[in-house]
């Protein structure tokens, strides 16, 4: 049974590096390669030219919902996938959470500081190596995409209570019924 558990953490674990991994592809670089030189260039010019990091966050969006009501107002292709996107490619983050937690203890409010945090982190390091620019609903959306993941999952995991109860309530009773068949305490009940 611990090799099982040890075997499902370890693939868990696999599971979660490679979705970060794609995270970090679909967010940072938006499908393309990007070379370490490129890069680096990127970095050393903004890190030694601050205005370049000043022109990159004024360009940002600082005001909560601004870009999601534009994109809603003009609903193409490109703007609902980003919205879509934006809160999808999270849902996976918080399950991720609660199942590498201990004991799948993580809590809602752990969950929001985390994805919050690493979406931060992804909008900044966006404008750092200046390959997009800072959006505050990049966060709320990805945000929300985490806190869907552990809801999905706690959700789950109370269907799976419950249903599992209901499995075994019906065999004690169908149990009990055969007992009183075999002790001729009377007919079995029909539904």
Known sequence: ???????????????FVFYMYALLRIILFKFRWRDM???MYQLQRNLGNPDNLMYQL?????IPF????????SLSWHDLSNLV?????????????VLLSKNKGMS???????????????????????????DVDDLILNTSGGLLGYCAFKLYGKFIVITSSIVQDRD???????????EGEGEPYHK
């Open 37 to 39: 030189n490129f890069l």
């Open 108 to 134: 809602f409010i752990g969950v929001l500081a985390r994805s919050l945090s690493l979406s931060l982190c992804l909008e900044c390091l966006q404008v750092v190596f200046s390959i997009g620019i800072f």
């Open 58 to 62: 004024q360009r940002g969006n600082f």
């Open 66 to 73: 601004k870009t999601m009501f534009i994109n809603i107002q």
């Open 172 to 182: 004690i009773v169908e149990n009990q019924e055969f007992k009183n068949i075999e």
């Open 1 to 15: 049974m611990k090799k099982t558990k040890l075997m499902n953490r370890i693939i868990v674990l696999a599971l």
């Open 85 to 97: 996107g934006n809160i999808a490619l999270f849902i996976p983050f918080g399950m991720f959470l």
